[in-house]
Structure formats: structure tokens, C-alpha cells
């Protein structure tokens, strides 16, 4: 059974500081990573997904990593904003079921100006 | 525009009382599921639905119900609401890979209903 974990659950950095997030997850036959953000008491916004056969997607100032081997993904978010302040989530896709995808529980981010 | 939208939005109901959430998504996807979000859980999966009426239970089926008549609906039953059942719902849709088509599997999420049962 996969699971999906993010450490830290909270963070706070300095506007225009990097952010790195990490996701890690125990089963290596992931098939596909997708991160989402989350704002207070409202919906997912889907930010990247990268397919098990991809190592990175890229977006804007988004960019997200996928080991499989080492079970992780990382999300590089350059010179953070006070915009970017949210909930960061990561999911793993499981092709056998359909596209059931199993959650971290999150990280918290704060930027502050 | 491409989107999952659900109604109603916010619900407060009262034990036992019989209520369905829908869920339409335009987007053609095959793929469509019922997450359920609580603090300190995480989001949980409670059914899904593979195409029309196939549906499978998910993590957390209990006490919930599903249907799939329609490929673009894809309602929430709670037959007997309990207070356990407080919580955020989101149904969200994708392809599914089991197509076999070069397409995104990328996954979409509703907006959530916020469900409170007293």
C-alpha cells in the first residue's frame, strides 16, 4: 500500500527565498507524482505532474523532481512570493486503481515580506 | 473552460436526514472520485468510478454511496448522514491510464463541499 509523506508539515521563509518542498513515498511503482496547492478552506489547484517515465516538469517559477528509486519528489519554488503562502500537497497516482491517487499530509508554507 | 463543479457548497444537516452531493465534470474524463479532507488525516478516498456504471470502493467507503449513470455525473449518497461524516468533500476527474491513449492524467478537483452533520 503506498504512502505518501511530506516533512516538513510547516515552513516559513523570507520573500524571495527559494522554497523546496519534499515529498517522499514507499512504493517505487508510482505512475504518475502530482502537486497541488491548497488555500485555506478552499479547493485543489493542480500545479505539476510529472509521469513515471518523466525525472522533472517546469512551470513558470515551479519546478518538480521525481526519483523513483529513492521514492522522492521535490517542488523548487524560485523566489517565493507572499502569494505563494498555502498549503502544498503531493500525490501519488496508482495505475491499478484507475488513477487513485494516495496524499501527503502537506506542507504549510508561509512567506513572509 | 475545463472544470469539476459541485453543489452545494456548503451543507449543514442534521443526523439521519438522506443527502446527495453532486458532481459534473465537462472535460470527457473517464476517470472520476470522492475524496474526503480532515484535519490531522489527510485526504482519503471514499469511491470511484473507473466509466459508467462501474463504480469501487475507495479507503473510507462506509456509510456512503455512489453512481455512475452518466460519464460527466458522478453523485455522493449519504443515505443516514452521521456526525462522523462532518467534513470537506472533493470530487475530482482525470483519464485513466488504463485507456492506453498519450493524454494527461493529470487530475482535477472541484471547489469541495463543505458538509457539517449535527
Known amino acids: 500500500k503506498q504512502e505518501v509523506t511530506q516533512i516538513p508539515a510547516a515552513l516559513s521563509v523570507p520573500e524571495g527565498e527559494n522554497l523546496v518542498l519534499n515529498c517522499s513515498f514507499t512504493?517505487?511503482?508510482?505512475?504518475?507524482l502530482q502537486w497541488f496547492r491548497q488555500d485555506p478552506g478552499k479547493g485543489l489547484t493542480s500545479l505539476l505532474l510529472?509521469?513515471?517515465?518523466?525525472r522533472e516538469q517546469t512551470s513558470g517559477r515551479l519546478n518538480a523532481s521525481l526519483d523513483k528509486s529513492s521514492g522522492r519528489s521535490t517542488l523548487y519554488i524560485a523566489a517565493s512570493q507572499p502569494g505563494d503562502s498555502a498549503t502544498y500537497l503531493c500525490?501519488?497516482?496508482?495505475?491499478?486503481?484507475?488513477?487513485?491517487?494516495?496524499f501527503g499530509g502537506g506542507t504549510r508554507v508561509l512567506v513572509k515580506p | 473552460e475545463a472544470q469539476v463543479t459541485q453543489n452545494p457548497r456548503y451543507l449543514i444537516t442534521v443526523t439521519g436526514k438522506k443527502l446527495t452531493v453532486t458532481c459534473s465534470q465537462n472535460?470527457?474524463?473517464?476517470?472520476m472520485s470522492w475524496y474526503r479532507q480532515d484535519p490531522g488525516l489527510g485526504l482519503r478516498q471514499i469511491y470511484y468510478?473507473?466509466?459508467?456504471?462501474?463504480?469501487d470502493k475507495g479507503d473510507v467507503p462506509e456509510g456512503y454511496k455512489v453512481s455512475r449513470k452518466e460519464k460527466r455525473n458522478f453523485p455522493l449518497i449519504l443515505e443516514s448522514p452521521s456526525p462522523n461524516q462532518t467534513s470537506l468533500y472533493f470530487c475530482?476527474?482525470?483519464?485513466?491510464?488504463?485507456?492506453?491513449?498519450?493524454?494527461?492524467?493529470?487530475?482535477?478537483f472541484g471547489p469541495g463541499t463543505r458538509l457539517t452533520v449535527t
Open positions: 475530482a476527474s482525470s483519464h485513466t491510464p488504463l485507456t492506453r491513449r498519450s493524454i494527461s492524467y493529470e487530475q482535477y
Open positions: 468510478s473507473m466509466n459508467v456504471e462501474v463504480t
Open positions: 510529472i509521469q513515471s517515465s518523466q
Open positions: 512504493d517505487s511503482a508510482i505512475y504518475n
Open positions: 472535460m470527457n474524463h473517464e476517470y
Open positions: 500525490a501519488g497516482g496508482d495505475k491499478a486503481a484507475g488513477n487513485k491517487l494516495t
